[in-house]
């Protein structure tokens, strides 16, 4: 009786197990779906978050090759004693007409709008344009805020709606100087219709999933957040965030976007928090702030629009559950992890630069093929910002670091495919110059210590500008990296000594193919001012 009982017992027992079994079947399918689902609604969101950020990349690198096409134009235009001997003879046809003439070839070759020379009161004295129906000559731009940031001895940059064409333009002006006086100011104005070209080709280029694609807007705004470019045209001369009164009656002053209201972008382009629930008109964002013009880059990209993603997710967790959506995520950090292992390893991540583990993984190629060939030659240059101690202790680590940033921007900029940019350590720099003719890498680092020269870095409404100086040693046949090296840092050490701001050959032709201050003296002709 005992062991009828016991049986029973145990199959009453697997009965009322089956009952939940076929029960917990569906629910945890339910389950997954539902975990998968939501999964998918966050890979959604990192997949229009990596779009957003690999496109605020291209637009960036976009934008900032107009701004540094044109950031040395005045200063060009400045040099030509035409222009400042018709500030100071405004009365006088032939200067004037010398002046005029002048400005117009400078124009032409760097297909900027107008370039044109001001007095002390904002009368347009010369201009490129000046025999055009839109001439500026005799125009008054006294209210331009380039205009008075110039003529105090700064670089004024400013974005509006042209006062005689009715156009938008980027502005650019710098100061004329006879001696320690400002006599007048030299401004050019660059259209950006080319680069809302070139940024609303991008937005339609953004690939995507399915046949569809994923739509895109890039928005570039002012310094104080006003949308002067858009792909969509319906935000177009909007605000980021609500103007100060102040702000928006300097605004009205200059005149910089005409009787444009300026109203605020629609809140529904926010994106939503990560963790919540897919809304039907959510967007994801990803911001860049230029720091040359102190323009802020804005990407947008629907999620909606990477709805495939939520289905597959949604899929895959009906099928696998809890368990795959961890492995999935185990898989996914551990590829991140190596990334970023990798990336720390390969490159600097303040300046961008190679590691120094990199230059010694890849110099010794290098210097294998200039001993098999000597026509493989290159040039190193150990580069070294001046009084940079001195930096760190007025404006703080901080702004230290803005300046190694900004100074591996431009380093990388000016560098070839074939050169190697390493960072060495602190404010220590390495070019590696692969250079087709003798004397390259001096010009290379005699350009950047020009570029850096006029390159001010914003730092809390002040400018912070430093010096650099520099070695230069092209390797020999035979030499080892910490012989080469070694030369190239002599060098430096005698530029640091004999006053800084300077670059030294290690050693210098005696044959005259490359005289002295050759790169200065065609980045700085004599007779400016």
Same mark, same amino acid.
């Given at each position: 009786?005992?062991?009828?009982?016991?049986?029973?017992?145990?199959?009453?027992?697997?009965?009322?197990?089956?009952?939940?079994?076929?029960?917990? !079947?569906?629910? $945890?399918?339910?389950?997954?779906?539902?975990?998968?689902?939501?999964?998918?609604?966050?890979? $959604?969101?990192?997949?229009?978050?990596?779009?957003?950020?690999?496109?605020?990349?291209?637009?960036?690198?976009?934008?900032?090759?107009?701004?540094?096409?044109?950031?040395?134009?005045?200063?060009?235009?400045?040099?030509?004693?035409?222009?400042?001997?018709?500030?100071?003879?405004?009365?006088?046809?032939?200067?004037?007409?010398?002046?005029?003439?002048?400005?117009?070839?400078?124009?032409?070759?760097?297909?900027?709008?107008?370039?044109? /020379?001001?007095?002390?009161?904002?009368?347009?004295? +010369?201009?490129?344009?000046?025999?055009?129906?839109?001439?500026?000559?005799?125009?008054?731009? +006294?209210?331009?805020?380039?205009?008075?940031?110039?003529? +105090?001895?700064?670089?004024?940059?400013?974005?509006?709606?042209?006062?005689?064409?009715?156009?938008?333009?980027?502005?650019?002006?710098? =100061?004329?100087?006879?001696? =320690?006086?400002?006599?007048?100011?030299?401004?050019?104005?660059?259209?950006?219709?080319?680069?809302?070209?070139?940024?609303?080709?991008? /937005?339609?280029?953004?690939?995507?999933?399915?046949? !569809?694609?994923?739509?895109?807007?890039?928005?570039?705004?002012?310094?104080?957040?006003?949308?002067?470019?858009?792909?969509?045209?319906?935000?177009?001369?909007?605000?980021?965030?609500?103007?100060?009164?102040?702000?928006?009656?300097?605004?009205?002053?200059?005149?910089?976007?005409?009787?444009?209201?300026?109203?605020?972008?629609?809140?529904?382009?926010?994106?939503?928090?990560?963790?919540?629930?897919?809304?039907?008109?959510?967007?994801? #964002?990803?911001?860049?702030?230029?720091?040359?013009?102190?323009?802020?880059?804005?990407?947008?990209?629907?999620?909606?629009?990477?709805?495939?993603?939520?289905?597959?997710?949604?899929?895959?967790?009906?099928?696998?559950? !809890?368990?795959?959506?961890? @492995?999935?995520?185990?898989? @996914?950090?551990?590829?991140?992890?190596?990334?970023?292992?990798?990336?720390? /390893?390969?490159?600097?991540?303040?300046?961008?630069?190679? #590691?120094?583990?990199?230059?010694?993984?890849?110099?010794?190629? @290098?210097?294998?093929?200039?001993?098999?060939?000597? $026509?493989?030659?290159?040039?190193? /240059?150990?580069?070294? @910002?001046?009084?940079?101690?001195?930096?760190?202790?007025?404006?703080?680590?901080?702004?230290?670091?803005?300046?190694?940033?900004?100074?591996?921007?431009?380093?990388?900029?000016?560098?070839? +495919?074939?050169?190697?940019?390493?960072?060495?350590?602190?404010?220590?720099?390495?070019?590696?110059?692969?250079?087709?003719?003798?004397?390259? &890498?001096?010009?290379?680092?005699?350009?950047?210590?020009?570029?850096?020269?006029?390159?001010?870095?914003?730092?809390?409404?002040?400018?912070?500008?430093?010096?650099? #100086?520099?070695?230069?040693?092209?390797?020999?046949?035979?030499? &080892?990296?910490?012989?080469?090296?070694?030369?190239?840092?002599?060098?430096?050490?005698?530029?640091?000594?004999?006053?800084?701001?300077?670059?030294?050959?290690?050693?210098? =032709?005696?044959?005259?193919?490359?005289?002295?201050?050759?790169?200065?003296?065609?980045?700085?002709?004599?007779?400016?001012?």
């Amino acid at each position: 009786m005992f062991r009828n009982g016991l049986h029973s017992f145990r199959r009453g027992s697997l009965r009322a197990l089956r009952i939940p079994a076929l029960l917990w !079947l569906p629910l $945890a399918g339910v389950l997954g779906a539902g975990l998968g689902g939501w999964w998918g609604v966050q890979q $959604a969101r990192r997949d229009a978050y990596a779009h957003a950020e690999a496109h605020l990349a291209v637009a960036a690198v976009q934008t900032r090759a107009l701004l540094d096409r044109y950031e040395l134009l005045p200063d060009i235009a400045a040099l030509f004693p035409c222009v400042a001997e018709a500030l100071q003879a405004p009365d006088d046809p032939r200067r004037i007409a010398a002046a005029n003439h002048r400005l117009a070839q400078i124009n032409k070759r760097v297909l900027a709008d107008v370039t044109y /020379a001001l007095d002390r009161e904002g009368h347009v004295v +010369a201009a490129s344009n000046w025999d055009s129906p839109g001439s500026f000559v005799g125009e008054n731009y +006294a209210q331009r805020p380039y205009f008075r940031d110039a003529l +105090a001895g700064g670089t004024g940059r400013f974005v509006g709606i042209g006062l005689s064409t009715g156009k938008l333009g980027y502005y650019l002006a710098r =100061p004329i100087r006879v001696g =320690p006086r400002n006599i007048g100011v030299i401004a050019a104005k660059v259209s950006l219709t080319e680069l809302e070209r070139q940024l609303a080709e991008l /937005a339609r280029a953004l690939p995507g999933h399915g046949a !569809l694609g994923i739509r895109a807007t890039v928005l570039l705004a002012d310094a104080d957040g006003v949308v002067f470019i858009s792909t969509d045209p319906r935000w177009r001369y909007r605000t980021l965030a609500p103007l100060p009164v102040a702000t928006r009656a300097a605004l009205a002053v200059s005149g910089a976007y005409a009787d444009e209201p300026l109203t605020l972008l629609p809140s529904v382009h926010r994106a939503a928090p990560r963790l919540s629930l897919l809304q039907p008109d959510e967007m994801v #964002s990803r911001d860049q702030t230029l720091p040359t013009a102190h323009w802020r880059l804005r990407v947008l990209v629907p999620v909606v629009d990477s709805a495939e993603t939520i289905w597959a997710h949604a899929l895959l967790g009906a099928l696998l559950g !809890l368990l795959a959506a961890a @492995l999935v995520l185990l898989v @996914l950090l551990r590829e991140i992890y190596q990334r970023r292992v990798l990336a720390a /390893a390969i490159r600097d991540p303040l300046t961008g630069l190679y #590691s120094r583990m990199y230059m010694n993984e890849s110099l010794p190629r @290098l210097i294998a093929r200039h001993d098999r060939d000597p $026509a493989a030659a290159f040039g190193v /240059a150990i580069l070294d @910002l001046d009084h940079f101690k001195r930096i760190n202790d007025r404006f703080g680590h901080l702004a230290g670091d803005r300046l190694l940033a900004e100074l591996g921007d431009l380093v990388r900029g000016q560098c070839e +495919a074939t050169d190697l940019a390493v960072r060495l350590g602190g404010e220590e720099l390495a070019i590696f110059h692969v250079q087709p003719v003798p004397g390259a &890498t001096l010009r290379l680092a005699e350009r950047l210590r020009l570029l850096v020269q006029h390159h001010g870095v914003r730092w809390e409404d002040r400018e912070i500008v430093v010096t650099l #100086s520099g070695g230069v040693a092209e390797h020999r046949p035979g030499e &080892t990296l910490v012989q080469v090296l070694r030369r190239a840092d002599r060098a430096l050490y005698r530029a640091k000594r004999a006053g800084r701001n300077r670059i030294i050959d290690a050693d210098p =032709p005696t044959d005259g193919s490359l005289p002295p201050g050759l790169s200065a003296q065609i980045a700085e002709p004599s007779g400016a001012d």
